[in-house]
């Protein structure tokens, strides 16, 4: 089994930034890709970007530009760097770990969802 710990969000302004980083606990479970996902109020849940374990990337169209999102396999952790941030961008934002256990079944993990608001 994987926990996931996620840190960063909080309360910005807009055009400031934030970065939330995402812990996963050790495991004999191997992590895959990661990425981040987030939810507004009366929306659903909708990807922000994803990263492999050989750092390829994937980001929706309209954070591209304005997300980085990057890793340490070393630390199981995933960060989001986000700036230029628009009121907008409101939202819970999620760590996902798509994990392989040892016997290959594949397994997906979500974080707790810390909230990040950005005020205009």
């Known amino acids: 089994q994987v926990q996931l710990v996620e840190s960063g969000g909080g309360l910005v302004q807009a055009g400031g930034s934030l970065r939330l980083s995402c812990a996963a606990s050790?495991?004999?479970?191997?992590?895959?890709?990661m990425g981040w996902y987030r939810q507004a109020p009366g929306k659903q849940r909708e990807l922000v970007a994803t990263i492999t374990s050989r750092d390829s990337t994937n980001y929706a169209d309209h954070v591209k530009g304005q997300f980085t999102i990057f890793r340490d396999n070393a630390k199981n952790t995933v960060y989001l760097q986000m700036n230029s941030l628009k009121p907008e961008d409101t939202a819970l934002y999620y760590c996902?770990?798509?994990?392989?256990?040892?016997?290959?079944?594949?397994?997906?993990?979500w974080g707790q969802g810390p909230q990040v608001t950005v005020s205009s």
């Open positions: 996902n770990a798509a994990v392989l256990s040892p016997d290959w079944r594949q397994f997906d993990y």
């Open positions: 050790p495991s004999i479970f191997r992590i895959n890709t």
